[in-house]
């Protein structure tokens, strides 16, 4: 199976200018700015795990599959934590001048768990192959290797949820992300299947 690199190197330009424009301020104990920089970082790991495996895969083949599967398993960590990590920030702004808190923190408690979950079941994978697998050198797709989509396509429409429950209360920039991420969401899912 031949990946190609092309959208990885892509997303992590963006990612890079995304990080130059966000490093330059100065407000570090901001609950906000920890958790943006956290989403950003785990962002540019993903992709950084992805061409690590990749490459290895083109350089060595599978005379160093260990180096394969870790890099490979440190991206579906990764990738999952990153979903995580980002709607837990979309709920946080979404609520951060809020004075009634309750879907935040119900919809953190719920992000926690999947995140969690999404965990047991990308070490395990190391045992069963649920996710992904190496069969006679060649890399293949487990039963669960799309199971990361269900999480998010959940905490997606708990964010619309709360945000038609809470409209109120919302910002206009949330207004639009609330308004714009199920579409993207759709078509990223769409476009990597």
């Excluded at 949820?161 to 920039?173: I, K, M």
């Amino acid at each position: 199976m031949d990946f190609s690199i092309k959208l990885e190197l892509v997303a992590l330009i963006i990612l890079a200018i995304l990080t130059l424009f966000h490093f330059e301020r100065h407000n570090s104990s901001n609950t906000r700015y920890r958790l943006y920089s956290a989403s950003l970082i785990f962002a540019i790991s993903t992709v950084l795990f992805d061409i690590g495996s990749t490459m290895v895969m083109r350089a060595a083949g599978m005379s160093h599959a260990w180096i394969v599967i870790a890099l490979n398993t440190l991206y579906f960590i990764a990738l999952d934590m990153t979903f995580s990590l980002i709607a837990i920030y979309c709920f946080y702004i979404m609520f951060e001048h809020s004075v009634d808190r309750h879907c935040y923190q119900i919809a953190s408690k719920i992000i926690v768990v999947f995140a969690i979950l999404l965990f047991l079941i990308n070490v395990l994978n190391l045992r069963f192959g649920w996710i992904f697998t190496f069969e006679n050198g060649t890399y293949v797709r487990g039963p669960f290797n799309q199971i990361g989509y269900i999480p998010m396509f959940i905490e997606v429409g708990m964010l619309c949820v709360c945000y038609f429950r809470n409209r109120t209360q919302v910002g206009t920039s949330l207004k639009r992300l609330v308004q714009t991420l199920p579409t993207l969401v759709l078509l990223m899912t769409i476009i990597q299947i």
